[in-house]
Structures are given as C-alpha cells and as structure tokens.
C-alpha cells in the first residue's frame, strides 16, 4: 500500500559503479521481502537479486561478483550497489516488495515507479 522510492540512477561509462536506494515504509521494510528487478526496452524483466527468505538472496549469474544488496534497518532503505557496469546492465531498475510467509518470501508484486541506469561504452 505504502509506495517503494528508488533513487540513484544516472549515466555512467562501462566500468563505473552506481549505487541505488529503495525507501520503504516501516511496515514495508518490518513486514515484507525486498528485492531488485530491471526491464529493458523490449525485454522481460528480470531479477537482479531478490531475497526468498529470512537467510538467504538469489543473485542473477550476469551480475555475481559485480552486484550486490545491503540495508540500512534505521532507514528501512534497501540498497543495490552495482560496480563494474556494463552497457547491456542499461534498464530501469526497480525496487519490489513480497509478502512473507513462513518465514519465505511469496511473489513480488508491490512495484515501486523505477529508476533509469544508462551504461555506455
């Protein structure tokens, strides 16, 4: 119910780092799954890396050891630092919410509006 607010995109050359910011609400943060997705212009989108449970993430194989996720509990903020940028990491990045069950993340279906990332050679 409570929006999702992503920040931090921008224009980068192939090689650069970016780091994006998903606000969430208090309850959103407390209560739900967050996790990062991306769509490009005529493609699918995908998973970037989502949390699926208490313990553990799912980390797209294109971005391992480029990517990762963090989070500031006092700021209920989820975070995506991407270093190592590569153009075909251009999309517009968003931040997503799940409902938790049982400790294991359900679908992610509460969306926040996204945010351009623009990666050139």
């Known amino acids: 119910q409570a929006p999702l607010v992503e920040s931090g995109g921008g224009s980068v050359q192939a090689g650069g780092s970016l780091r994006l910011s998903c606000a969430a609400s208090a309850y959103t943060y407390r209560t739900r799954c967050l996790g990062w997705f991306r769509q490009a212009p005529g493609k699918e989108r995908e998973e970037v890396i989502i949390?699926?449970?208490?313990?553990?993430?799912k980390y797209a194989d294109s971005v391992k050891g480029r990517f990762t996720i963090s989070e500031d509990n006092a700021k209920h903020t989820l975070y995506l630092q991407m270093n190592s940028l590569k153009p075909e990491d251009s999309a517009m990045y968003y931040c997503?919410?799940?409902?938790?069950?049982?400790?294991?993340?359900?679908?992610?279906?509460?969306w926040g509006q996204g945010t351009q990332v623009t990666v050139s050679s």
């Open positions: 997503a919410a799940a409902r938790r069950i049982g400790g294991r993340c359900q679908d992610y279906d509460d």
């Open positions: 949390t699926v449970s208490y313990s553990s993430t």
